[in-house]
């Protein structure tokens, strides 16, 4: 069964360090999304992206974040300078045009 | 701004027995309706959707009953077993459109006892 990858599972970066976190969406999917979920929190969204844009983004996607689909398998998501509260649980998700989305197993970040 | 409310932060139940998660919305534009069960340290898994043209929707022990005009939906697990334990989700999006947003409630921790 087709499914959504992310790596690395686990992210350890100093405060001010860039991370880029990658994911690899359903190959014939074209709705592809990031959530974080801060531990003890509700899960948030933070972009949307098609046709190789950004569809939507929230208020927490400012300009240190950055998605990027380089080729047509890969899905980044970039912080450029990490922040202590950039710590959490980093979900990719694809859609298909049903509407269902299918979400990675997430990126734990830890900022220190 | 909580769009998508889910009022019960956990739920226990006796194996066996029903399991009744409930969720309002209250964004009108919202059409389009999901749950997700998530366990520890794994991404949500998506179980069951429904569009607002609906009323029920099933697929196995899992249904999922929507009201549009009370902006409530509800999933029944029956019957429910251990290993439904997790976190549940409720998700809402203002239509089935891939690139339409999916806006998620906080959770309810369901502990299904054997």
């Known amino acids: 069964e087709p499914e959504v990858t992310q790596t690395p599972s686990h992210q350890v970066t100093q405060m001010g360090q860039e991370v880029i976190l990658r994911c690899v969406p359903i190959?014939?999917?074209?709705?592809f999304y990031w959530y974080r979920q801060i531990l003890g929190q509700k899960v948030e969204f933070l972009v949307s992206?098609?046709?190789?844009?950004?569809?939507?983004k929230s208020e927490i996607f400012d300009d240190q974040f950055s998605v990027e689909r380089p080729d047509g398998s890969n899905f980044t998501l970039k912080i450029r300078s990490t922040k202590l509260e950039d710590s959490a649980m980093y979900f990719c998700?694809?859609?298909?045009?049903?509407?269902?989305?299918?979400f990675g197993q997430g990126t734990r970040l830890t900022v220190v | 701004d909580q769009q998508v409310k889910q009022n019960s932060p956990s739920l226990s139940v006796q194996e066996g027995r029903i399991s009744i998660l409930n969720c309002d919305y209250t964004n009108s534009m919202f059409d389009y309706f999901l749950w997700y069960k998530k366990y520890p340290a794994e991404g949500p898994t998506f179980l069951i959707s429904?569009?607002?043209?609906?009323d029920k929707n099933e697929d196995g022990r899992f249904t999922v009953f929507l009201n549009k005009s009370a902006k409530h939906l509800s999933l029944h697990i029956v019957p429910s077993q251990p290993g439904d334990s997790a976190v549940y989700f409720c998700?809402?999006?203002?239509?089935?459109?891939?690139?339409?947003?999916?806006?998620f409630g906080i959770g309810t921790k369901l502990q299904v006892i054997p």
């Open positions: 998700a809402a999006a203002p239509g089935s459109g891939g690139y339409q947003k999916v806006t």
């Open positions: 429904i569009s607002s043209i609906k």
């Open positions: 998700a694809s859609r298909n045009d049903r509407g269902q989305a299918f």
């Open positions: 190959s014939n999917h074209l709705y």
């Open positions: 992206f098609y046709n190789n844009e950004i569809s939507e």
